[in-house]
């Protein structure tokens, strides 16, 4: 006899918490969901936070106990934005590499950028440039993952300790949040 696996019922109090959340966290967490969807293919900030909550009501998406409902949906909107990339990058087209050895393989080049998309992206990092022009812990953090580092490989290059990175990225994250929230660019 096949098991089958069922998922959890939420709770019935679940879908009237998402219901009654105050304006303030609905406003963090949309603030939340465009920053994960930017510069997703075809998705946008709504698209997570409506995935997300989806996720939370039909138990894909665990509440463990204690934590808030506003951290549970910033964290499925995380999980929903990742899912988006890794499968974008899995549905990208592949080409044997004619010149290579045996399973060696290269990824096709996106097409080329739209002007509007590289307008856009100008702006937004001359933004940043100017957001954190004091801020010379977030303007390493920016050069390093602009140039593809990893979180320990930035550390190793600057110097910088793991709670310096940590308070760093914090400061980063509130910031762009206060600016997204603000109405400004970014």
Do not use: C
Not at 8 to 20: C, Q
Not at 22 to 39: C, P, V
Not at 105 to 112: L, M
Not at 120 to 131: F, K, P, S, T
Request: charged share 30%; aromatic share 2%; proline share 6%.
């Amino acid at each position: 006899m096949p098991i089958t696996l069922q998922r959890p019922i939420p709770p019935p109090d679940l879908a009237a918490k998402v219901a009654n959340l105050g304006d303030a966290d609905l406003l963090r967490l949309r603030a939340i969901a465009r920053l994960r969807a930017r510069g997703l293919p075809g998705v946008d900030g709504s698209d997570l936070f409506n995935e997300a909550v989806l996720r939370l009501l039909d138990g894909a998406r665990a509440r463990p106990e204690g934590v808030s409902l506003v951290a549970v949906l910033a964290m499925a909107m995380r999980g929903v934005a990742h899912d988006h990339w890794r499968r974008h990058r899995r549905e990208r087209p592949i080409m044997v590499r004619p010149d290579g050895g045996a399973g060696e393989v290269e990824r096709q080049a996106d097409p080329a950028p739209d002007p509007e998309r590289v307008a856009a992206a100008v702006r937004a990092l001359a933004d940043i440039d100017r957001l954190f022009a004091r801020d010379a812990v977030a303007l390493q953090i920016v050069a390093g993952l602009a140039a593809g580092l990893t979180a320990e490989e930035i550390r190793s290059r600057y110097g910088l300790g793991a709670t310096a990175y940590d308070t760093a990225r914090r400061r980063m994250r509130r910031a762009l949040l206060r600016r997204g929230a603000d109405g400004g660019e970014l």
